[in-house]
């Protein structure tokens, strides 16, 4: 009996996700007014870059981290040098279809939504990148003259859980 109870508790901790282990982390860019939770601690890289659409500079603040060498968590913020269209839908849209078309994906599934009375679109994607298969969870919100994307990209087995965990941890403040 003690056996089987010891063979049972040792194929249930497999089960568990392996970010289980990490301590979930909150990160707060007070700059550009997101936050969200991450498992681990996030490192941070910013660039500025010229803004193709016009005059001025676009900031981006990227933190990301990455869990058992095979899912990358990465929140990113874009700052723009103008106000976003008056449609905020398309431009969801077309941030999905850059993320997606920038490596030759598939979009599985996407939906719009509000969340905290923002504009929100979720969207999950696969793609083959160096013959390696992936699955990508975005999230994007647009709010004043940032974008704002909570992204995993999953190269191992699908840990859905802690994906949408992450994506869904993406607050405005």
Known sequence: MRRTLLAALAFA??????SA???WQPYAN???GVRAEFPGAPSVEREQKPFEGGEGQLDLITA???VDDQDYYA???????VDGPADTAQLLDMAAEGAVGAVN???ISSQH?????IETMDVVASAVVEGQALKA???IQFKGRVLYQAIVVDTGPSNEADALRFTRSMRLT
């Open 137 to 139: 969870y975005i999230r």
């Open 13 to 18: 901790s497999l089960a568990v996700p392996a």
């Open 105 to 107: 994906g598939t979009v």
């Open 75 to 81: 929140l990113a913020t874009t700052r723009f040098p």
């Open 21 to 23: 282990a990490a301590v």
């Open 64 to 66: 990301s981290t990455l």
């Open 113 to 117: 939504s509000q969340v905290n009375g």
């Open 30 to 32: 007070t700059e550009q």
